[in-house]
Nanobody
Framework: QVQLVESGGGLVQTGGSLRLSCAAS????????MGWFRQAPGKEREFVAT????????YYADSVKGRFTISRDNAKNTVYLQMNSLKPEDTAVYYC????????????????WGQGTQVTVSS
């Protein structure tokens, strides 16, 4: 069983940047696709981005495309989410998750989840 721990969240002003990290232990992530999701208060969890096991394929939600970048360092067993040009509507708890394929946006297709890290963007 893999354990995922997100970090890097915080409070930032509109237009600012944050870099989230997702560190894994208990299992190597190098064979798995990984995803980032987010959940705002009163809303359902939504897809943000996925990355293939080798980092060569990525997908993004339309709402973050061009502003967010997902990447990974398999040697460090860590996945990242670089978030630029942040907007108040990006405020949410951000979760990373281990999946079996990069070609899905469904949270149900992802197995192990981290505890989440809060991102708050002030206007």
């Amino acid at each position: 069983q893999v354990q995922l721990v997100e970090s890097g969240g915080g409070l930032v002003q509109t237009g600012g940047s944050l870099r989230l990290s997702c560190a894994a232990s208990g299992r190597t992530l190098s064979n798995y696709a990984m995803g980032w999701f987010r959940q705002a208060p009163g809303k359902e969890r939504e897809f943000v981005a996925t990355i293939s096991w080798n980092g060569r394929t990525t997908y993004y939600a339309d709402s973050v495309k061009g502003r967010f970048t997902i990447s990974r360092d398999n040697a460090k067993n860590t996945v990242y989410l670089q978030m630029n040009s942040l907007k108040p509507e990006d405020t949410a708890v951000y979760y990373c998750a281990q999946g079996s394929t990069v070609y899905t946006r469904a949270s149900a297709a992802f197995g192990s989840w981290g505890q989440g890290t809060q991102v708050t963007v002030s206007s």
